[in-house]
Structures are given as structure tokens and as C-alpha cells.
């Protein structure tokens, strides 16, 4: 006869919801550069965060928490923006949303409305990839797993985005 385990948490409940406080900010910066839209971003983050709650038994390692956290999200800010429900509202204004970390030089007013505008043009899938690896620094691969897609599928949609942006904002 077998005896079944348990297996143990590797986060306690205080240090996950320590860390869901702690990077709350973020994670919804994160929605917004795929959804652009505060509101929905905040949306998709408290379902992502939901979600996490009540999966983070799922969680394999309590060093992966964060990526795993972002992970969720992502999917949940590509299952929003793929809704036909989003379609039904207005669009609100843009919110002025920057990296945690500090820019070299700060682009002016119309520069980043540009830049804005121009990734409002990417798919929902090249804004994901666009975000995870130019602004969260995340490599080819661990973008590919995040997204549960393949490795050439994400250097795919990397290069086609970059070239849409760099047309739009030559234009610009």
C-alpha cells in the first residue's frame, strides 16, 4: 500500500502575498504595456494575481515566484486584450507608465505619445514579447516559456515587431 505526500510549500501564504504587495505596481505596469489601458491593466492584474492564489501550490521553486507571478499575468493581459468584451468600452487616456528603473534620457512629451502610438499598432502577441524582452530584460527562451510558445515563434514576432516600430516612428 502506498502512502501519498504531501508535497510541502516552498513560499508560506505571508512571503507570496509579502511579494504580490511588494511588485503589485509593477505587474500592473506590466498588463498596461500590453493592454494600454489602465483600467484594464488593473483588471487582468488583480484576476492574474487571483489566479496565482489559488494555483501557488503549483509553484515548483520559491526562486521562479516572480517569473511565475508575470507569467500569469501576461496571459491574463493577452486573454483581456483578445476579449470582444474590451471592445465594448471606450478607450481611456494613456497613462504615463515608465520602467522601475531609471531611462538614460528621458524622451519628451511627444516622443513617448509616438512611441505609445506606435505599439498600439503591434498584435497582442508582439507587444507581449516586446515587453518581456526589451523592457523586463527576460531572454529569448525564458520568453518563449513564459508564453508557452516556441523559441523561433518568439525571435519571429521580436523581429517583425521591431521592424512595425521602427517604420512607425520613422513616420512619426
Same mark, same amino acid.
Given at each position: ?8 510549500? %516552498?513560499?508560506?501564504?505571508? @512571503? ?8 503589485? %505596481?509593477? /505587474?500592473? !505596469? ?11 491593466? *488593473? ?14 501550490? *503549483? ?10 507571478? =508575470? ?9 483581456? !486584450? @483578445?476579449?470582444?468584451?474590451?471592445? /465594448? ?13 531609471? %531611462? ?10 509616438? #512611441? ?5 499598432? +503591434? ?7 516586446? #515587453? ?7 531572454? $529569448?527562451?525564458? $520568453?518563449? *516559456?513564459? %508564453?508557452? $510558445? ?6 519571429? !514576432?521580436?523581429?517583425?515587431?521591431? =521592424?512595425? +516600430?521602427? *517604420?512607425? +516612428? =520613422?513616420?512619426?
Amino acid at each position: 500500500m502506498a502512502i501519498e505526500t504531501v508535497p510541502t510549500r %516552498l513560499l508560506s501564504d505571508d @512571503s507570496l502575498e509579502q511579494l504580490m504587495t511588494e511588485r503589485y %505596481l509593477d /505587474l500592473i !505596469r506590466l498588463a498596461f504595456l500590453i493592454l494600454h489601458d489602465q483600467a484594464d491593466a *488593473e483588471d487582468a492584474t488583480q484576476l492574474a494575481l487571483e489566479r496565482a492564489w489559488r494555483s501557488r501550490a *503549483e509553484l515548483r521553486s520559491a526562486g521562479s515566484t516572480l517569473f511565475w507571478l =508575470r507569467r500569469i499575468v501576461v496571459r491574463e493581459a493577452l486573454r483581456a !486584450r @483578445s476579449s470582444p468584451w474590451r471592445l /465594448l468600452r471606450l478607450q481611456s487616456h494613456v497613462l504615463d507608465i515608465e520602467p522601475a528603473g531609471e %531611462l538614460p534620457s528621458a524622451p519628451n512629451q511627444s516622443e513617448r505619445l509616438d #512611441v505609445v502610438r506606435a505599439f498600439r499598432h +503591434l498584435s497582442a502577441d508582439q507587444s507581449a514579447v516586446v #515587453v518581456l524582452h526589451h523592457y523586463l530584460a527576460y531572454p $529569448v527562451s525564458e $520568453v518563449a *516559456e513564459m %508564453l508557452g $510558445v516556441p523559441l523561433e515563434t518568439v525571435r519571429s !514576432r521580436l523581429r517583425l515587431a521591431m =521592424r512595425q +516600430l521602427r *517604420e512607425e +516612428l =520613422r513616420d512619426a
